[in-house]
Every structure is written in structure tokens, then in C-alpha cells.
């Protein structure tokens, strides 16, 4: 497998997991002990506001028998940036809902987002 085939793979392992609340696939896809989810969302002000939660959070709530995930639709890989042989971006659209950009890191031999 190539260094695009496996970026893709991980990236549809966070994309499929979250969808199937699939721990494995979800932990396959992320440095969970220190990767953070960062973007903005509305407050209850009604005011844009930067958050940041650590995936190992996310991946707890994205697994709970009670976590009712979202509808995505299928999604798509818009562009891969390999800039170095353990760096990379992709942008991602989620079943056009919203883009998704990803910092990949290249970990013993693994790629990771």
C-alpha cells in the first residue's frame, strides 16, 4: 500500500468508525492520547467560538450505546498534500455537510491523523 492509499484508509477509518461507532476503526485513525478536534461553533450567544476537544474524549462519547451519530452521507476526499514523507493534509467533505481538514502524522510506519 502506498503512502496515498493508507492516508485515505485512515481517514475513512475516522470517517466509517464515527459512522459505526467503531472504536477499533476510530482508534486505527487517530494519536488518540494527543490529538485534538479544534473548529468553531455557535455559542449560546449566538457568537462564533473556538473549541478544542482531545479525541480520546470524543472517542469515548462517538462509542456510547446512547451516541446517536450524524448523517453524513458519503464522503470524499478532496485533496491529499503529502509534504514530506511523515506530513500531510487532506480536505475532506462530509457528505457535503460541512469540510473537514486533517493534519496527518506518519507514525511507525502508520499514518494518523
Not at 485512515?10 to 476503526?25: L, W
Not at 503529502?82 to 510506519?109: E, H, I, P, R, W
Amino acid at each position: 500500500m502506498n503512502d496515498e492509499q493508507a492516508i485515505t484508509e485512515t481517514v475513512f477509518n475516522y470517517f466509517e468508525g464515527y459512522k459505526a461507532k467503531d472504536k477499533e476503526r476510530l482508534e486505527k485513525a487517530f494519536v488518540v492520547n494527543i490529538a485534538n478536534m479544534m473548529g468553531y461553533w455557535r455559542n449560546d450567544d449566538g457568537e462564533m467560538e473556538l473549541f478544542t476537544v482531545p479525541y480520546k474524549e470524543l472517542l469515548e462519547r462517538w462509542v456510547d450505546p446512547d451516541f446517536q451519530p450524524r448523517d453524513f452521507g458519503d464522503g470524499e476526499i478532496l485533496s491529499i498534500n503529502q509534504f514530506s514523507d511523515v506530513g500531510a493534509t487532506v480536505v475532506f467533505d462530509c457528505g457535503g455537510k460541512y469540510l473537514d481538514t486533517f493534519q496527518m502524522v506518519k507514525l511507525d510506519g502508520s499514518w494518523k491523523i
